[in-house]
């Protein structure tokens, strides 16, 4: 296929498409029950925000909620933070996602790179968290209490998670991929009484058993009161103290899921810890529910024969986002491994071989599969590929025409939106035109726009992105945050009664979005968003290391560039050796994902006069803008270092 011509639309549905759309099912909803018409995306939309109690009781009504409960009032404040959803209202995420679908449907696929699948149909599933639930409640684990998984993308994490739900206890996850230290300045805030953890995974052609990893976070987790172990390849000894996930499903139970308030906390999000520990981002049982089920059918258009697969992590909201395709009926592929082993056309395979409708990726391993040469279309039988999405950076409009390409003429939808409020803030929908490099539309409810630095829209400029009203799925409270002050301060302090992400944003005359990156200093590596705090953790404990700064610059090409920049001792020199040194301890201590591209020397790291580290105006140096317009130079400690970071910039780009 030829390539767009510059202006036009990279996809466009054809009638067929439109007329079998689900948001198209949504809109004779409306007018057949509530009388309302909308002859484009765009109206609907815009009344979508404008009117936010018909909008989200509509939602309410077309996903049978009203069968589970009724309520007081769709939006009882508008107040933000602080806005009250669906008073009087009471469900159960769990319970609505087990209730859906044929009990001989499958629901769960899992595989990993050992080439072994293992399916779970929907009674399995039913079956084995209703098991599991009964354990928790025998071990008197409800309201209130808190459950944690260290585990890889495996079925038993999805288990793992109803059953806890459906107690009405909370749950959290973090990926084996992740060291201990990092997993206990998580968890250890929670003071959970459960911890469901795995004795490895594999990755890269490699068991990467955990055993003693997982003692170890055991260990700096002294609240934890049962231990609960999935053994998959590695056996633990008697009288270790473990008990065994096949144990703690002996016992056959009905599904018993406890009815609780629309934001009764569901899950425990983590923020990246860049200035910090990472903040916990509660959500709410309702919220969520909402939210994801206007996500998966409306914006994505899946049904109960449809099968996702997003390669992602626990450690990642897209793993719990994934799982929501269960509660509209669909089932979903749970991939533990490397994307790229034993070659770049790993995850291509699995689409095929699994029969995946829907494949959510990254602009970063698109890039990886146009740099090795695959051609998807081509060498695998995508023909059941319905729909893409990607999401974790700016999908660069080279490689959105790749896809298209070598992938096949189906919607690839670029989304942004994430742990913040587990959905997605802007995206696309199945009635309406791609552009390259851009996200196609804003997503129902949300109101979102683009705003100077004095709180003002703007059009086809740049600005903040900003949703100024209120969104079910915002969380319901920070973790340990009891007057509320941390997450006002992470979303309204810029602008008071507003909710800031932290993106730039510009939205085009056509309606569609296009994000610039990050506006303030998070990591955002391979659609993960990691931290800072990590990894100068693991730095200090070099001595031949004095301080550090990390930095992730989205580039102008659409590729992700991550240095570290590092202050030597005195008497010290960046060999290969250090180099080597520094990479394996922040592998070891955090993540082999937080290992930096490049280690470059540098005279010192720039603070304000306060101390900070100015990592976002390095940023914005390293992505070319010119030094005036990135900080105030009376506000920095020594600005002469920062001409020692516009040179590095400038060198970065003639390579």
Partial sequence: MSEATPGSPLWEPTRERIAQANITRYQEFLRSKRGL?????????????????????????????HVV????????????????????????????????????????????????????????????????????????????????GYIPNIGEAVVAFLAVASVGAVWSSVGQEYAPAAVVDRFAQLEPKILIAAD??????????????????????????????????????????????????????????????????????????????????????????????????????????????????????????????LACGGSIVCYGGSPTYPDPSTLWKLVSDLEVTFFGTSPGYLQVSENAGVRPAVDFELSGLRSMGSTGSPLSPHSHRWARDQVGFIPLWSMSGGTDIAGAFVGGAPIVPIWPGELSAPCLGVALAAWDEDGHPVADEVGELVVHRPMPSMPVYFWNDPDGSRYADAYYSTYPGAWRQGDWITITARGSVIIHGRSDSTLNRNGVRIGSADIYAAVATIPEVAEALVI????????????????????????????????????????????????????????????????????????????????????????????????IAASHGKM
């Fill in 200 to 325: 490895g995974y594999h990755f890269n052609g490699k068991w990467h058993g955990r055993l003693d990893a997982v003692a170890e976070v055991l260990a700096g987790l002294p609240s934890v009161r049962h231990a609960i172990l999935v053994e998959r390849h590695d056996l633990v000894p008697n009288g270790s103290g473990w008990q065994s996930w096949d144990d703690t499903l002996a016992e056959p139970a009905e599904v018993e899921s406890l009815a609780v308030p629309f934001n009764h906390p569901l899950w425990v999000l983590f923020s990246s810890g860049t200035t910090g520990l990472p903040k916990g981002l509660v959500h709410g049982h309702g919220g969520i529910l909402l939210e994801t089920l206007k996500q998966m059918v409306l914006h994505w258009d899946l049904g109960k024969d449809d099968r996702l697969f997003w390669y992602t992590s626990p450690s990642w909201v897209m793993w719990n986002l994934q799982l929501s395709t």
């Fill in 69 to 148: 409960s009724s309520y007081e009032q769709v939006l009882a404040d508008e107040s933000m933070p602080g806005a009250q959803w669906f008073p009087g209202a009471r469900l159960n995420f769990a319970q609505y996602v087990l209730d859906q679908g044929d009990p001989q449907a499958v629901a769960v696929v899992g595989t990993d790179e050992s080439g072994a699948i293992r399916t779970w149909i929907r009674a399995t599933l039913r079956e084995q968290v209703a098991s599991l639930a009964a354990w928790l409640r025998r071990a008197r684990i409800g309201p209130g209490d808190v459950v944690v």
């Fill in 37 to 65: 018409d909308f002859p484009d995306y765009e109206s609907l939309w815009r009344w979508s925000v404008d009117d936010l109690e018909t909008f989200w009781g509509s939602i309410w009504e077309y996903f049978g909620l």
């Fill in 552 to 647: 992730g610059a989205e580039q102008g090409d659409g590729t992700y560039w991550m240095p570290l920049f590092v202050v030597l001792s005195d008497g010290q020199e960046l060999d290969d050796t250090l180099i080597d040194l520094i990479r394996t301890r922040i592998r070891d201590l955090v993540s082999p994902r937080h290992v930096p591209d490049e280690v470059i020397a540098v005279p010192g790291i720039p603070h304000t006069q306060t101390g900070k580290k100015l990592e976002v105006p390095v940023k914005r140096l390293l992505q070319g803008a010119p030094l005036a317009k990135v900080v105030n130079l009376d506000t920095v400690d020594n600005p002469e270092l920062l001409i020692e970071y516009a040179a």
